[in-house]
Nanobody, 127 residues
Framework: QVQLVESGGGLVQAGGSLKLSCAAS????????MGWFRQAPGKEREFVAA????????DYADSVKGRFTISRDNPKKTLYLQMNSLKAEDTAVYYC????????????????????WGQGTQVTVSS
């Protein structure tokens, strides 16, 4: 089992920045692709960003491209999401997710492709 714990959420004004972190623990000896998802009230959980095991491949939802950056520090077992130029529509609970991979450059954008999930951290952007 792998446990994921997000942190770094909060209240920020539109145009501001936040950096989310996701700390992994447990059986982390395998290679893991990771991703960030978000869920706004009354909406389905949606893909935000994904990153391969070694961090060399990333992908983003069109709505956050150019504003958000996903990264990871494997020795620290931590995933990050730097969010800049935040908008009111970015308000949501943000979740990190992980899955074991065999391909070092593999990454995933679908919710059902991830096995492990964190509990989420609230991001609120005031306009």
């Amino acid at each position: 089992q792998v446990q994921l714990v997000e942190s770094g959420g909060g209240l920020v004004q539109a145009g501001g920045s936040l950096k989310l972190s996701c700390a992994a623990s447990g059986r982390t000896g395998s290679n893991y692709a990771m991703g960030w998802f978000r869920q706004a009230p009354g909406k389905e959980r949606e893909f935000v960003a994904a990153i391969s095991w070694l961090g060399g491949v990333t992908d983003y939802a069109d709505s956050v491209k150019g504003r958000f950056t996903i990264s990871r520090d494997n020795p620290k077992k931590t995933l990050y999401l730097q969010m800049n130029s935040l908008k009111a529509e970015d308000t949501a609970v943000y979740y990190c997710a992980a899955r074991v991979v065999s391909a070092l450059n593999g990454y995933y954008k679908a919710r059902d492709e991830y096995k492990y999930w964190g509990q989420g951290t609230q991001v609120t952007v005031s306009s």
